[in-house]
């Protein structure tokens, strides 16, 4: 079953130690588990996001299409990366995450991907 690892946390906190030994030492972290995934065969991607003041919120009301800067809500912490992968079940799927160096100062959310039948890849 694939599993999407959300990865949470202050993007003003890691704006502000950016470039510093510390942000070097969360890379090499966030290195280490990638290959630790890719080592065990269950990654199947995966990407650091860029920051929120670069995202764009879609809608569409009464058939037209509404643009807002940034995200859809407000929060302490901010979808900041995420990994799929392929493993067994879930208990497997809360192994990997609670290794991910995100889950020390931030937060991790699980989310089961729903395969649908007869999608285009």
Do not use: H
């Amino acid at each position: 079953m694939q599993y999407l690892i959300l990865i949470y946390g202050d993007e003003k906190q890691f704006a502000q130690m950016a470039n510093s030994e510390v942000a070097k030492q969360v890379y090499a972290q966030y290195k280490q588990y990638s290959s630790a995934l890719a080592s065990a065969g269950v990654i199947r991607g995966g990407a650091e996001l860029k920051p929120t003041s670069m995202a764009t919120t879609v809608r569409v009301r009464n058939g037209k299409t509404q643009l807002t800067d940034g995200p859809f809500a407000e929060t302490k912490e901010q979808l900041g990366g995420y990994y799929v992968i392929d493993v067994a079940n879930l208990d497997e799927a809360v192994k990997w995450a609670a290794r991910c160096p995100g889950a020390q100062a931030g937060s991790i959310e699980l989310r089961p991907l729903a395969m649908m039948p007869d999608m285009p890849a």
